[in-house]
Structures are given as structure tokens and as C-alpha cells.
């Protein structure tokens, strides 16, 4: 992800982090595809000691509040990981207007790839206070609130509202608070 103008330079810091697909195009209208997403989540918080405190997907993009031993080093492996999944399930569904999107978006210099499915970059954002922690994690439960889709944050199935209310979520989480 070396084309990005934001650096982490405290990699086993907690972040704030937000994944676009390229031109936010709507992969994550299907629950399959969210799922490729909650699955290398869950994977990472083994192979990279990945800490998950919040999370929200929505149909075009993703934000988490995450650390592990080197944040870089994670988010490329999920990114590349989730790439490569998301175009084989659109491949084996036969969604040929999101893959055409896919291809005809892709940036110039990815010569090696027919497709392109993230945004360049993640726009890590460390998080150095709790107070900067608490903001970002209500922001991301209430992302679904603020754009209409649900009236309450727990109501959104793929977020991790739920589990800062009590509530067992999709995949379990670093609970802040």
C-alpha cells in the first residue's frame, strides 16, 4: 500500500482505519462478501495477533479500530487476502457489471492485476487518548444511524455495536470499554 500519503509510525498502536472499494462500488450488498471480510478479520487476530475494538461494514467501505504487531503489515494481508476472494465469488456468481467495474476502474500501474477491488491506502489514524478512542468507536456504530439505514446502532448486523451493549456480535471483539 506504498501509494499512501498517511504513514503509521506506531504500528502496534490502536488505529483508526477505513478500507473504500475502488469507486465505491456495492460488494457488500451480499452477505457472502461480508463475510469473506468477518473471516480474514477473525484469521488475522490469530496469525497477526490482531485486536479488533470496533468495527462496521457497509456497502461500499469498511472503518475498524484495530492494532496487532505491525498494522501495516495486517492491513496489506487483509486487503490482498479480501481481494482475491470477493473477485472469485463475483467470478463464480457470474456478476460480470461489478467485475467489469472492477477492471475498467483499476488504476494504470497495477499491470499484473486485471481487477482492482480496494481504494489505494487505508488512512490509519492513530489513536492516542482514550478520548480519541471513544469517539472513533461511536462513529463507527453510528455510521449505519447517520445514513439512514437503521434507527439504532445495534441494529446493524455487520458492526460491533452490539457487543459494546451486551449483545453477541458477528465476531468477537477487544472490548474498550
Given at each position: 500500500?506504498?501509494?499512501?500519503r498517511y504513514k503509521?509510525?506506531?504500528?502496534?498502536?490502536?488505529?483508526f482505519v477505513?478500507?473504500?472499494?475502488?469507486h465505491?462500488?456495492?460488494?457488500?450488498t451480499?452477505?457472502?462478501?461480508?463475510?469473506?471480510?468477518?473471516d480474514?478479520?477473525e484469521f488475522?487476530k490469530?496469525k497477526d495477533?490482531?485486536?479488533i475494538?470496533?468495527?462496521?461494514v457497509?456497502e461500499?467501505h469498511?472503518h475498524?479500530?484495530?492494532?496487532s504487531?505491525d498494522?501495516?503489515?495486517?492491513m496489506?494481508?487483509?486487503?490482498?487476502?479480501t481481494a482475491?476472494?470477493?473477485l472469485?465469488?463475483l467470478?463464480?456468481?457470474?456478476?460480470t457489471?461489478?467485475?467489469?467495474q472492477?477492471?475498467?476502474?483499476k488504476?494504470a500501474?497495477?499491470?499484473?492485476k486485471?481487477h482492482q477491488?480496494?481504494?489505494?491506502?487505508?488512512?490509519?489514524?492513530?489513536l492516542?487518548?482514550?478520548?480519541m478512542?471513544i469517539s472513533k468507536?461511536?462513529?463507527?456504530?453510528?455510521?449505519?444511524?447517520?445514513?439512514g439505514y437503521?434507527?439504532?446502532?445495534i441494529?446493524?448486523?455487520y458492526?460491533s455495536?452490539?457487543?459494546?451493549?451486551?449483545i453477541e456480535?458477528?465476531?468477537e471483539?477487544?472490548?474498550?470499554?
Amino acid at each position: 500500500m506504498g501509494r499512501s500519503r498517511y504513514k503509521i509510525y506506531e504500528p502496534t498502536h490502536p488505529h483508526f482505519v477505513t478500507c473504500t472499494i475502488l469507486h465505491w462500488i456495492p460488494i457488500f450488498t451480499r452477505k457472502e462478501s461480508v463475510q469473506i471480510v468477518l473471516d480474514c478479520l477473525e484469521f488475522l487476530k490469530d496469525k497477526d495477533n490482531l485486536k479488533i475494538y470496533a468495527y462496521v461494514v457497509l456497502e461500499n467501505h469498511l472503518h475498524l479500530v484495530v492494532q496487532s504487531d505491525d498494522l501495516g503489515k495486517t492491513m496489506e494481508s487483509f486487503k490482498k487476502f479480501t481481494a482475491k476472494k470477493i473477485l472469485e465469488m463475483l467470478k463464480r456468481e457470474n456478476v460480470t457489471t461489478i467485475l467489469e467495474q472492477l477492471a475498467f476502474y483499476k488504476k494504470a500501474h497495477h499491470k499484473d492485476k486485471s481487477h482492482q477491488v480496494w481504494e489505494e491506502g487505508y488512512q490509519p489514524k492513530l489513536l492516542q487518548t482514550d478520548e480519541m478512542m471513544i469517539s472513533k468507536i461511536k462513529y463507527i456504530h453510528e455510521n449505519p444511524v447517520k445514513r439512514g439505514y437503521v434507527d439504532e446502532s445495534i441494529h446493524w448486523r455487520y458492526s460491533s455495536a452490539r457487543d459494546y451493549e451486551g449483545i453477541e456480535g458477528l465476531i468477537e471483539i477487544s472490548r474498550f470499554w
